[in-house]
Structure formats: C-alpha cells, structure tokens
C-alpha cells in the first residue's frame, strides 16, 4: 500500500490523500483475482473518506473494473460501495453493484475486507 497526504492549511484537523493499494480477491466459486485499487481520500475527525476505482485482473485475462466510495473509521473498519463499469473477456459488458466491509486491519497492517455483489453480463 502506498499512500501520500496533504494536510489543509485552514484545518489542522482535515487531511487530504492518494491512497494506491492491490492484493487478492478471492471469490465464492473458487476463482481468485490480483486486485489494484486507486483512491483518493480525506481524514476529518478520524474518518477516512474516500473514492477511486478498483481492477481485478484474472489469469485467463479477463478483468472487472468498478467505481468505489467507502470510509474507514479511527480503527481501521472499512464499509462502502461498489459499481462495475467494465469488464473483458468472460466479464464484457458487465453491470452491477455491491458493497463491501472489513472489521479492521489484521496484525500484519493488511486489511481483510468482505464483499458481496450482484451483476448482469452482457448477452450476444
């Protein structure tokens, strides 16, 4: 994970940031995915605030793109929502959405977060 801040002049308390991170997705059907993700972010009252958009990149080539808008309390727990905006391959023409929650980070600083969505494919 990488992330660069900006604290605001006029707020002490308000922090503005890019927040760059990837990983596994592992999925119901057994189907596992390499997952970048791209966020921009802002801190105020140790509320993390943020939207970007997330790749999930298969081994046969396909990929889900999605839309992102979440938040992360002074814990680490992470709750939002997601929009699928494209896929390739077995995803073309994918539509839908989700959510997605985590309870925290785990001891090795890495967040363990759950999702669930629903999605249509495109048909010839």
């Not at 921009?40 to 993390?48: K, L, P, Y």
Request: aromatic share 12%.
């Amino acid at each position: 994970m990488k992330i660069d801040t900006l604290a605001m002049e006029q707020s002490s308390d308000t922090i503005l940031g890019a927040r760059e991170l990837g990983g596994l997705a592992f999925f119901g059907d057994g189907d596992v995915a390499m997952v970048d993700a791209w966020l921009s972010f802002f801190v105020e009252e140790g509320r993390s605030h943020y939207e970007g958009f997330a790749l999930c990149q298969f081994a046969d080539g396909s990929t889900q793109t999605a839309g992102i808008t979440g938040c992360m309390g002074p814990t680490g727990a992470e709750s939002g929502e997601f929009r699928f905006l494209c896929g390739s391959g077995r995803f073309r023409g994918i539509t839908g959405t989700g959510s997605f929650k985590s309870d925290g980070f785990s001891l090795a600083g890495d967040p363990f977060v759950r999702g669930q969505s629903t999605y249509r494919l495109l048909t010839d």
